[in-house]
């Protein structure tokens, strides 16, 4: 055998020096839509479109998997706060089926869209701050 089959994955692996990302001030950023390395660029340049580069410092955002998880955080949470408050509403408020669903689906639809960029914003930030899906590089 040779030296190079006898390494092993660390050495194989190239050294680089990670410093710790502090992660609540970066998912405090990314809830409030801004860059999780610096905390002043826009994460998104649309609702959910997020930038390929930071447009203050230059981290590239292009790396984040969000897919799915911010609908699943944004449904669970609206549902688990509107399903209590709608019958607390129908037994102590308003008992009128009409007034009720026209109350609870403007705001199921208002609370989900003010969650979900916010919800994307965190889950892209703790990418960045766990150094997920290629946010290893040079910060």
């Known amino acids: ?3 190079n089959a006898q390494m092993t994955a660390d050495e194989m692996m190239p050294a680089v020096a990670e410093t710790e990302r502090e992660l609540k001030p970066a998912l405090r950023t990314g809830w409030a839509k801004r860059c999780p390395s610096c905390g002043t660029g826009k994460l998104f340049q649309g609702y959910l479109k997020v930038h390929h580069d930071c447009t203050v410092c230059g981290e590239e955002l292009h790396h984040q998997r969000a897919d799915d998880g911010p609908a699943y955080l944004t449904i669970i949470v609206v549902g688990h706060v509107m399903a209590p408050l709608l019958h ?5 408020v308003v008992q009128d089926p009409l007034m009720l669903a026209t109350i609870f689906s403007v705001g199921t639809v208002a609370a989900s869209l003010y969650l979900l960029p916010r919800f994307k914003g965190f889950m892209i930030a703790f990418q960045w ?5 290629g946010f290893a590089g040079k910060k």
């Open 1 to 3: 055998m040779t030296d």
């Open 88 to 92: 607390i509403f129908y037994v102590h």
């Open 129 to 133: 701050a766990k150094r997920m899906h």
